[in-house]
Nanobody, 126 residues
Framework: QAQLVESGGDLVQPGGSLRLSCAAS????????IGWFRQAPGKEREAVGC????????YYRDSAKGRFTISRDNAKNAAYLQMNSLKPEDTGVYYC???????????????????WGQGTQVTVFS
């Protein structure tokens, strides 16, 4: 069964760091654009950033630029979201997604991905 599984969510104080992982099984990630999304309570799901399958180019929402880094390891069939300088407003459930298509289609136009993970909770508390 093809699926994505996130891990690494935790409770962390403001200014702290977390690294989220997204592991794929049942299919190979190398031909998919990967996106990280988050959803805070009472809010819509939003794109945090994406990484392309073709050249590894990335896109980040403004609030993530300079603090978050998306990477991928095709040999491990996985992707990662390194989050530094975390703020309380970063709290939410973080999801990874995979789509055959461009960063524009997944992260900006929000076309439905081919796969969603189940999510991992990140809580930044002060």
């Amino acid at each position: 069964q093809a699926q994505l599984v996130e891990s690494g969510g935790d409770l962390v104080q403001p200014g702290g760091s977390l690294r989220l992982s997204c592991a794929a099984s049942g299919f190979t990630l190398d031909s998919y654009t990967i996106g990280w999304f988050r959803q805070a309570p009472g809010k819509e799901r939003e794109a945090v950033g994406c990484i392309s399958s073709s050249d590894g180019s990335t896109y980040y929402r403004d609030s993530a630029k300079g603090r978050f880094t998306i990477s991928r390891d095709n040999a491990k069939n996985a992707a990662y979201l390194q989050m530094n300088s975390l703020k309380p407003e970063d709290t939410g459930v973080y999801y990874c997604a995979a789509k055959r298509g461009t960063i524009f289609r997944l992260c900006i136009v929000f076309e439905a991905p081919d796969y969603w993970g189940q999510g991992t909770q990140v809580t930044v508390f002060s």
